[in-house]
Nanobody, 125 residues
Framework: QVQMVESGGGSVQTGGSLRLSCTAS????????MAWFRQAPGKEREAVSC????????KYVDSVKGRFTISRDNAKNTMWLQMDSLKPEDTAMYFC??????????????????WGQGTQVTVSS
């Protein structure tokens, strides 16, 4: 049984930092590209960042470029999202997801096979 568990969310003030973690079990982690999504109240879920299985390719939505950094360690079955210079508009539930692909990664929801339950990030002004 595949499990994806996020952690690291919390409440910070504008300009603060958080580091989210996602640990996966029940799958061959380095067969999967990984991604972070977020969903704010009343809004659709959006892709934030993704990383290929090889660590060679990363992508970011424009609104987080230069502030967020995605990384992974296949030996630890873990992915991270370092979030710096946080803004109130980053407030959302953050989810990790896994997609089995041969190469690259994709900033779209369709195709991701496994999802975590989410961790809340709240940024106050």
């Amino acid at each position: 049984q595949v499990q994806m568990v996020e952690s690291g969310g919390g409440s910070v003030q504008t300009g603060g930092s958080l580091r989210l973690s996602c640990t996966a079990s029940g799958l061959t982690f380095d067969d999967y590209s990984m991604a972070w999504f977020r969903q704010a109240p009343g809004k659709e879920r959006e892709a934030v960042s993704c990383i290929s299985w090889s660590n060679l390719r990363t992508k970011y939505v424009d609104s987080v470029k230069g502030r967020f950094t995605i990384s992974r360690d296949n030996a630890k079955n873990t992915m991270w999202l370092q979030m710096d210079s946080l803004k109130p508009e980053d407030t959302a539930m953050y989810f990790c997801a896994a997609e089995r692909v041969a190469a690259g990664c994709f900033l779209r929801e369709n195709g991701y096979q496994y999802w975590g339950q989410g961790t809340q990030v709240t940024v106050s002004s």
